[in-house]
T-cell receptor
Framework: DVKVTQSSRYLVKRTGEKVFLECVQDMDHENMFWYRQDPGLGLRLIYFSYDVKMKEKGDIPEGYSVSREKKERFSLILESASTNQTSMYLC??????????????FGSGTRLTVV | RKEVEQDPGPFNVPEGATVAFNCTYSNSASQSFFWYRQDCRKEPKLLMSVYSSGNEDGRFTAQLNRASQYISLLIRDSKLSDSATYLCVVSSRGIFGSGTRLLVRP
C-alpha cells in the first residue's frame, strides 16, 4: 500500500514563527499536494508539485511556500505563522497520468494551532 | 463558478434508503474522476474511481455524464456505517469538491 507520512500529528506554534510541515511518500509518485481543511470550507489546495523542484500554486498559496528537493518529500513552509493559519493540513500524493487512474493517497494530517 | 461543486447536505436518511449525490465540474477536459469518503477527524480515503461507462462496487454505483459535466454516487441499502462526508475530485490538479455530508439514522 502507498504510504504518505506527515511528520507531526499535532503542532502548536507562536505567531511569527517559521513553520515546516513535512510529508514523505514511499511509492515513487510524481505528484504531491498540500491542502488545508477548515470546517465548512472543504479541502483547499495550497500548492502542488508534478516533479522534483517543480511547484505550482493552488487556490490559496498566500502565506505559504513549498519545497520539493527529492521526489519522495514535499515540505510546506509557513514563513511567518499567523493565527488564521490554524487549521488541519493534509498532504497527498498521486500517480495520475493519461493512462493511469490510481487516485490520491492522503497522509493522516497535521493539526496546526498558531497562538 | 467553482471548478468542482457539491451539495453540502447534510443528507439525513433512514437505514436501508437509497441516496444519491452529484458533483458538477466546469473543466470539460477533465479526465480523472473519483469519489472519496472522509470520516470525522480522519483523512479522505478513496471510495471508488469513476469510469466512463459507469461502475459498481457492491452497494455503490458511480456514473459519469460528460455532456452535462457531472459525476454521481448512488448508495443503495444505506448502513449506519455509511455516515460520513463524500468528496469528489475531477481533475489531476487535485481540486476536490467541498463534500456532501451523509447521516444515516436507525
Amino acid at each position: 500500500d502507498v504510504k504518505v507520512t506527515q511528520s507531526s500529528r499535532y503542532l502548536v506554534k507562536r505567531t511569527g514563527e517559521k513553520v515546516f510541515l513535512e510529508c514523505v511518500q514511499d511509492m515513487d509518485h510524481e505528484n504531491m499536494f498540500w491542502y488545508r481543511q477548515d470546517p465548512g470550507l472543504g479541502l483547499r489546495l495550497i500548492y502542488f508539485s508534478y516533479d522534483v523542484k517543480m511547484k505550482e500554486k493552488g487556490d490559496i498559496p498566500e502565506g505559504y511556500s513549498v519545497s520539493r528537493e527529492k521526489k519522495e518529500r514535499f515540505s510546506l513552509i509557513l514563513e511567518s505563522a499567523s493565527t488564521n493559519q490554524t487549521s488541519m493540513y493534509l498532504c497527498a500524493s498521486s500517480s495520475i497520468s493519461r493512462d493511469s487512474n490510481y487516485g490520491y493517497t492522503f497522509g493522516s494530517g497535521t493539526r496546526l494551532t498558531v497562538v | 463558478r467553482k471548478e468542482v461543486e457539491q451539495d453540502p447536505g447534510p443528507f439525513n436518511v433512514p437505514e436501508g434508503a437509497t441516496v444519491a449525490f452529484n458533483c458538477t465540474y466546469s473543466n470539460s477536459a477533465s479526465q480523472s474522476f473519483f469519489w472519496y469518503r472522509q470520516d470525522c477527524r480522519k483523512e479522505p480515503k478513496l471510495l471508488m474511481s469513476v469510469y466512463s461507462s459507469g461502475n459498481e462496487d457492491g452497494r455503490f454505483t458511480a456514473q459519469l455524464n460528460r455532456a452535462s459535466q457531472y459525476i454521481s454516487l448512488l448508495i443503495r441499502d444505506s448502513k449506519l456505517s455509511d455516515s460520513a462526508t463524500y468528496l469528489c475530485v475531477v481533475s489531476s490538479r487535485g481540486i476536490f469538491g467541498s463534500g456532501t455530508r451523509l447521516l444515516v439514522r436507525p
